[in-house]
C-alpha cells in the first residue's frame, strides 16, 4: 500500500527550462510534505517543505505546489541546471515525525 | 562538523550471519531513524527512536534490533541475515518534526 506515489520513473529537461516533479498520496491525515534531493552514493538531503495549511512555499530557484483536494503536490525548478541532476522524493509526515517517502524521481539536466 | 555518519560504508554477509551497523549524530538531536531503499524504491522506516532509551517499531522491523543507550548513537542490528537484507541503509536524525539529516548509507550485501 503505497501512502506516496512519484509515478514517474524519471525526467529529462534541458538547462535552463523548469523542471517539475509530481507527487500523489492517499492519506489526507499527512498534515507536512517535503522534499529531498539524492546524489549518487550519498544520503538525501533536505530541500524544501510545505504545511498542509499552505498551497506554496518558495525557495529560491525550488516552489513546492500543494492541492489538498487533489491530494497532489508538485516542486518546480527554475531555471534548471547541471546541478539539479538527481534523484528528488516527495516525503509526507504522518506524526510521531515518521516520514512515508514516495519511489523518487531521477532528474537530469542535459546541457 | 561531521553530521551523521554510518558505519561500514560496505558490507558482504553470509545468510545466517550477523552484524551492527554504527550510526552516530554530533548535532544533539533527539530523534534518530533508520532507512532501508531498496532497489527503484523510496525509503522506508525500519526503527526510530525518540531520545535515549526510548525506541519504536517502523513499517519494516521484522529482523531487526535496535537500541538507544546515548544521544548520539543509534546502531541497528542484524541477527540473523537473509537475501531479502540485502539493502542500503541509511540512518537520520532531527532535531524536531519538520526535517532530518541523512548519514551517507550503508551498502548491505547478503549472499
Known amino acids: 500500500d503505497q501512502q506516496v506515489k512519484q509515478n514517474s520513473p524519471s525526467l529529462s529537461v534541458q538547462e535552463g527550462r523548469i523542471s517539475i516533479l509530481n507527487c500523489d498520496y492517499t492519506?489526507?491525515?499527512?498534515?507536512?510534505f517535503l522534499w529531498y534531493k539524492k546524489y549518487p552514493a550519498e544520503g538525501p538531503t533536505f530541500l524544501i517543505s510545505?504545511?498542509?495549511?499552505?498551497d506554496k512555499n518558495e525557495d529560491g530557484r525550488f516552489t513546492v505546489f500543494l492541492n489538498k483536494s487533489a491530494k497532489h503536490l508538485s516542486l518546480h525548478i527554475v531555471p534548471s541546471q547541471p546541478g539539479d541532476s538527481a534523484v528528488y522524493f516527495c516525503?509526507?509526515?504522518?506524526?510521531?515525525?515518521?516520514?512515508?517517502f514516495g519511489q523518487g524521481t531521477r532528474l537530469t539536466i542535459n546541457p | 562538523n561531521a553530521g551523521v555518519t554510518q558505519t561500514p560504508k560496505f558490507r558482504i554477509l553470509k545468510i545466517g550471519q550477523s552484524m551492527t551497523l554504527q550510526c552516530t549524530q554530533d548535532?544533539?538531536?533527539?530523534?534518530m531513524y533508520w532507512y532501508r531503499q531498496d532497489p527503484g524504491m523510496g525509503l522506508k522506516l525500519i526503527y526510530y527512536?525518540?531520545?535515549?532509551?526510548?525506541?519504536d517499531k517502523g513499517e519494516v522491523p521484522n529482523g531487526y534490533n535496535v537500541s538507544r543507550s546515548t544521544t548520539e548513537d543509534f546502531p541497528l542490528r542484524l541477527e540473523l541475515a537473509a537475501p531479502s537484507q540485502t539493502s542500503v541503509y541509511f540512518c537520520?536524525?532531527?532535531?524536531?518534526?519538520?526535517?532530518?539529516?541523512f548519514g551517507p548509507g550503508t551498502r548491505l550485501l547478503v549472499l
Open positions: 548535532m544533539n538531536h533527539n530523534y
Open positions: 516525503a509526507a509526515n504522518q506524526g510521531a515525525q515518521k516520514l512515508v
Open positions: 527512536s525518540v531520545g535515549a532509551g526510548i525506541t
Open positions: 510545505i504545511s498542509s495549511i499552505k
Open positions: 537520520a536524525s532531527s532535531p524536531n518534526w519538520e526535517t532530518q539529516y
Open positions: 492519506n489526507s491525515m499527512f498534515d507536512y
